[in-house]
């Protein structure tokens, strides 16, 4: 018997098992970017609740710069994304700590040996803004949840292409469906090339 013929379906067959799992798992990602970028379009950003708060800090002997401000994150029991990279003037420092939800600015004053802390708590719609937004381009992420939502996000992006792909091979496969398939990717296309003449010209 002649396995070329089964060679196709046997593609097809995975393209489509495939595209239908990994669609559902990614689903909820596309989700969140979905609504975050209109959140993002229309400028959405609810007033967070604010908090400030005093307390004292054992200042080491021998510990400065970002040695000095990990101590210190350490003390607090603080952990997110950390910005800031110990550079005192006058003796003090503020480091931004951010995690989605959430960021404090915390001040460090060596003299006093204490840190006043900034609180920021955000709601729903300002999370989603930030997973969307973090880490972003030119980041290095130190955190580790960070590194995996970034991880996340680009794994979404190439399962998002995987799926426009594997679209367009079935729609190509499927005969019955290749003229309200053209109609669709005509329109499509359309609006895009009159949405980008909008704008650049």
């Known amino acids: 018997m002649d396995p ?9 067959h995975w393209n489509r098992e495939l595209h239908l799992y990994l669609g559902l798992i990614v689903s909820p990602f596309l989700l969140i970017f979905a609504v975050s970028t209109i959140l993002l ?3 959405m950003k609810p007033s967070p609740v604010e908090s400030k708060t005093t307390v004292p800090i054992e200042v080491r002997e021998g510990l400065e ?4 401000v990990a101590d210190v994150l350490d003390q607090l029991n603080f952990t997110g994304e950390v910005f800031g990279r110990g550079k005192f003037r006058n003796g003090k420092t503020t480091i931004n700590i951010s995690k989605p939800g959430n960021v404090k600015f915390v001040t460090v004053d060596i003299e006093k040996k204490e840190a006043l802390i900034a609180n920021r708590s955000f709601g729903f719609i300002d999370t989603l803004r930030y997973l969307h937004l973090n880490p972003g381009p030119h980041k290095h992420p130190t955190w580790i949840f960070s590194k995996a939502w970034g991880w996340v996000a680009d794994g979404t992006v190439y399962i998002a292409l995987f799926l426009t792909l594997s679209g367009i091979y079935m729609w190509t496969v499927l005969r019955a469906e290749r003229k309200a398939g053209l109609v669709a990717l005509g329109s499509g296309a359309l609006a895009f090339v009159v949405i980008l003449y909008a704008l650049i010209a």
Do not use: T, V
């Open 65 to 68: 710069g970002e040695a000095l």
């Open 4 to 12: 070329s013929p089964r060679k196709p379906k046997r593609f097809y």
């Open 41 to 43: 379009n229309h400028g």
